[in-house]
């Protein structure tokens, strides 16, 4: 897979070994407490297959224990792990690490080449490497989730590999310090060309030596080709940041006065404690939004458990504990609203045609080399 240099990683690598959850999840305005998520106990939706009874009673046999390897943050997956303890009653330890986008494959891949990985489940949103990790044989288990028919397309983002959530980039700015709104990337351009001296180095982006920062910049260079000509302009003036937590602490603090490409996912709780200080919005000339894949390990520990997981956060219930965990859910019939954001909300604000899934795919390295090259040409690097 492609390798990005490791002082690029977004997120630490401490591993929290969790008990169920029973806090309500942060990372988004879940603090605004949503009505309780209606949770049927044990039971499986009516469109399931009948033999699915015996999988939850396999289940019972596993010992309760799941073990799963993401680049999640804890907050997010709070409301998750309470449902999906809700559900299952009887899985009550669950244990979800919080490694770099890229390290969650690589750790996997290293354990199992011993032949013994603890790993039930795999999350991550690197796309290049879920790419090359589900095209690698017997890291994956085979597996058709009965959910898949009330998902969308991009619901199956690989063989094997669903979408877990479906997280949208946006514009994130220091309403004190920009003069005016920024609605997309060709909006922000026209507002620093009005000043280009006064905002140079106040501007940040997502590093493209990193591999979340290279997977959304791409994806919106590639999907709008024109967008070179607004870039050209406005990279000259930026910085490159490696996490979006860094970005929104700086430009809150006032070191940055825009950022473009920052995850809504952690801008969400941010803007709404900042008392109006910090705001974002969703780009109308092309807003990318990045799956959250997950995965069944090959020879997972707890094959029936995880299998229970992977369905439950497609369904309905589950869908609504993504959203309230602050992650964009994207079945269809989530309310909005008390913090809960969908990809449908998403639509609405920029159009359909304005929205760019990021694609699932292995990125041949010299065309990483020859983006990269020239984003940070644009940057002075």
């Avoid at 009505?35 to 009874?53: R, V």
Wanted: hydrophobic share 40%; with cysteine; charged share 20%.
């Amino acid at each position: 897979m492609t390798t990005f240099h490791p002082t690029f990683r977004a997120l630490g690598v401490a591993v929290l070994a969790l008990g169920l959850l029973t806090a309500c999840g942060g990372g988004g305005e879940a603090a605004k407490e949503p009505p309780p998520n209606s949770i049927a106990t044990g039971q499986a939706p009516s469109y399931y297959p009948g033999e699915y009874a015996q999988l939850i009673e396999a289940s019972k046999k596993e010992g309760g224990t799941l073990t799963i390897y993401s680049n999640t943050d804890q907050e997010n997956w709070a409301p998750i792990f309470r449902d999906f303890g809700k559900k299952y009653p009887w899985v009550t330890k669950i244990a979800a690490n919080n490694l770099d986008s890229d390290e969650v494959f690589q750790r996997v891949l290293s354990e199992q080449a011993t032949g013994n990985s603890p790993a039930d489940l795999v999350v991550s949103n690197a796309a290049q490497a879920w790419a090359d990790f589900a095209a690698r044989p017997g890291t994956l288990s085979e597996y058709a989730s009965p959910e898949k028919g009330k998902l969308p397309d991009f619901g199956e983002l690989l063989p094997n590999v669903y979408a877990m959530s479906v997280d949208p980039l946006s514009i994130a700015y220091n309403t004190s310090l920009l003069p005016e709104k920024p609605t997309g990337l060709k909006s922000l351009a026209a507002i620093l060309a009005k000043d280009p001296a006064q905002y140079k180095g106040k501007i940040t982006t997502r590093d493209v030596s990193g591999a979340f920062g290279f997977t959304v910049s791409h994806a919106f260079a590639e999907a709008r080709p024109d967008s070179w000509t607004s870039l050209q302009s406005v990279l000259p003036l930026a910085r490159p940041e490696t996490s979006s937590g860094t970005q929104l602490e700086k430009i809150t603090s006032g070191e940055y006065v825009a950022g473009f490409f920052v995850s809504a996912a952690p801008a969400y709780p941010v803007v709404d404690k900042s008392g109006g200080l910090l705001a974002i919005s969703f780009l109308d000339d092309g807003t990318v939004v990045l799956p959250r894949g997950i995965g069944i390990a090959a020879k997972a520990p707890h094959p029936a458990t995880s299998k229970l997981f992977v369905d439950f956060v497609l369904s309905q219930e589950g869908q609504r504990a993504v959203a309230e965990g602050g992650l964009t859910s994207y079945r269809e019939g989530i309310a909005t609203g008390d913090g809960l954001h969908t990809y449908q909300e998403l639509v609405q604000s920029v159009g359909q045609a304005n929205v760019i899934i990021a694609k699932y795919a292995k990125v041949p390295d010299a065309e990483v080399k020859s983006f990269t090259d020239k984003w940070n040409g644009l940057l002075g690097r």
